[in-house]
């Protein structure tokens, strides 16, 4: 794929975030594009970004579960960049209107005490890296319309995703399962998913380990104080202002989303 591709492909995502209003998917103008064109489109946005001062605070890993890579017609996960302002905190409402199409996903966030560089990362080399953990809630979201996305455009879209919003509770690895621990999340106190750690990658852990390893092999790296962000527990649920969404999370605690009501501006 050209430059100028590459640069028209960030710039029509750039305008969705600009406008709210999504487009239309990537290979349904650009039938061609592969993987590698796609991240390549990622990171022009994420340098636009850079630009205009925003930071990059963690990253974040999709397609983690079986299922959603047999969807897709992958083998392997993606992964996404998590800037400052994607940061949101527990109980404080957000702007529902900040999304085009917002949907809801439980998971477990790591928080690094010391870098970590691929290739070669074991898991164990990726629990020594870890500081803590937290529960999480990560928002995606689609600058496609209708969530009509393949594998391609997803990474293009910096892997839908929108934002985050980090629990309270801080724990050491050993103080919790990760691979067994559960999960209940809740969308206006009714249950609308369950799940374990072990549905991403096995464990949690194991995508940590694939994030560095694939980073190492385009000569970048995770560093300390960094966010990231596994994949998620259970299926993902869309959500609406006035929505509050909490997943529950055995060994955890509880993390909370509020979003704003119509009538508030937050």
């Not at 999709?62 to 992958?74: E, W, Y």
């Not at 074991?122 to 319309?145: G, H, M, N, Q």
Request: hydrophobic share 45%.
């Amino acid at each position: 794929m050209s430059d100028t591709a590459v640069d028209q492909s960030a710039r029509l995502l750039l305008e969705a975030y600009r406008t709210r209003r999504p487009v239309a998917p990537l290979t349904a103008t650009f039938p061609d594009l592969t993987i590698a064109d796609a991240y390549r489109i990622q990171l022009a946005q994420v340098e636009a970004w850079r630009a205009d001062g925003r930071r990059v605070l963690g990253r974040k890993v999709g397609l983690t579960s079986p299922a959603m890579q047999a969807q897709m017609g992958v083998t392997q996960p993606d992964f996404g960049h998590l800037t400052d302002d994607m940061f949101f905190a527990e109980h404080v409402p957000v702007a529902a209107g900040r999304f085009l199409q917002p949907r809801a996903e439980p998971e477990v966030a790591f928080v690094l005490g010391r870098d970590l560089a691929g290739p070669g990362v074991t898991v164990a080399a990726a629990a020594a890296a870890v500081d803590f953990v937290l529960p999480a809630l990560e928002i995606i979201d689609s600058r496609i319309a209708d969530w009509q996305i393949g594998i391609v455009d997803t990474i293009a879209d910096n892997a839908s995703s929108g934002g985050v919003v980090l629990g309270s509770t801080a724990r050491r690895l050993g103080e919790v399962d990760l691979r067994l621990g559960g999960c209940v999340l809740h969308r206006n106190g009714e249950i609308v998913g369950t799940g374990a750690g072990g549905a991403v990658l096995g464990s949690p852990l194991n995508s940590v380990a694939w994030l560095a390893n694939t980073l190492g092999q385009q000569g970048e790296s995770l560093h300390a104080g960094q966010v990231i962000l596994p994949g998620s527990i259970t299926a993902s649920v869309p959500f609406g202002a006035g929505d509050v969404i909490t997943a529950t999370i055995a060994g955890l605690g509880s993390v909370t989303a509020v979003i704003a009501a119509e009538t508030e501006q937050p």
